[in-house]
């Protein structure tokens, strides 16, 4: 015989909410699978009934249901994953971005991103991406940096570098 889990009760801001996930197209497969776990559980359906209507095992329906009872519909959201915490400062890409604007002084012609990674300190990928990221080509200087100096640069360089990972 099959357990009887405890009824979920929704608001009708969470129903309408949960019926628009789970009719969604545009959605990622996930989160409409997880909005329907709670509208079947919200109509009461058993355990078993609801793994034979989604094809979910017991624990995934279960560690959802739980989630949701204890964040409601934020609950539903995947979780943030461990990892290594971003290392590179704002101002460290801003001073990426301000050496491939510049003449180096020992008769290069241009920062390589090699010598640009030594400089500030980081690894030559992430000075990479730094430049592609703020759309930056320090072998066209006179191209993109060849423009006077804004005394605003370094704030305006900033805060296009924070515009852009948000």
């Not at 509208?39 to 209507?53: K, N, P, T």
């Amino acid at each position: 015989m099959a357990r009887i889990g405890k009824p979920i009760q929704l608001t009708m801001e969470q129903r309408v909410e949960l019926l628009t996930m789970s009719r969604s197209r545009k959605l990622e497969k996930r989160y409409v699978e997880r909005a329907e776990i709670i509208l079947f559980s919200h109509q009461g359906m058993l355990l078993d009934e609801i793994v034979e209507q989604t094809g979910l095992s017991r624990p995934v329906i279960n560690k959802w249901r739980q989630r949701f009872r204890q964040n409601g519909i934020l609950g539903l959201k995947d979780a943030s994953r461990s990892g290594k915490p971003k290392t590179i400062t704002p101002e460290q890409k801003a001073m990426v971005i301000e050496k491939a604007c510049t003449k180096p002084e020992d008769g290069y012609t241009n920062w390589s991103q090699g010598r640009n990674d030594k400089e500030v300190g980081i690894s030559q990928f992430k000075v990479f991406q730094i430049l592609k990221q703020a759309d930056v080509k320090p072998h066209k200087l006179e191209y993109c940096c060849g423009k006077p100096r804004d005394p605003e640069y370094e704030q305006k360089i900033i805060n296009r570098i924070y515009a852009r990972s948000k």
